[in-house]
């Protein structure tokens, strides 16, 4: 992705933003046997929710997060 994205941690989670304004596109949280990932384009569309146990998992992810980053202003 670009140089303006922003890792926030937070007490149990990672959130990633886009810098200047802001906006989370990813929220990743871990669970006992996976890791919970929200996804939002944009605040007009709800959010996405990914659960990740696999690798082919993680490749889905990859993409949507991707789009998501781009998608976002």
Known sequence: MGKN?????RMHRIVFC????FRW?????P??????I??????????ETLLIKTNKDVEH??????NAYNTIH
Do not use: T, W
């Not at 669970?31 to 919970?36: G, L, P, R, T, V």
């Not at 996804?39 to 959010?47: A, F, L, M, W």
């Open 61 to 66: 992810a990859k993409e949507l997060i991707q």
């Open 31 to 36: 669970q006992e046997e996976s890791i919970k």
């Open 5 to 9: 994205v922003v890792e926030d941690i």
């Open 18 to 21: 886009k810098s200047i304004i």
């Open 38 to 47: 929200k996804i939002q384009k944009n605040r007009k569309e709800p959010q």
């Open 25 to 29: 596109f990813v929220d990743m949280e």
